[in-house]
């Protein structure tokens, strides 16, 4: 089963992302609300996809991006 890891600042997104990742056959290991915590959450629980907010409360979701490169580097 492919794995999914909400990340939004809006909690009812989150809950309609998951409710439509959830039909479409992901489970949806968890959420994230800012960029650190879905940096944190990545790593930690490693999903297949991330559905990832560009607004984000610390950072864009580009930024988290960034940070996800450089990390594999």
Do not use: K, N, Y
């Not at 089963?1 to 992901?26: W, Y």
């Amino acid at each position: 089963m492919r794995t999914a890891l909400v990340v939004d600042d809006h909690p009812s997104f989150r809950a309609s992302a998951r409710a439509v990742l959830e039909a479409a056959g992901f489970d949806v290991l968890g959420e994230a609300e800012s960029g650190a915590d879905a940096l944190a959450a990545i790593g930690r629980l490693d999903p297949d996809v991330v559905l990832l907010d560009v607004q984000l409360p610390d950072m864009t979701g580009f930024d988290v991006c960034a940070a996800l490169e450089t990390e594999d580097e």
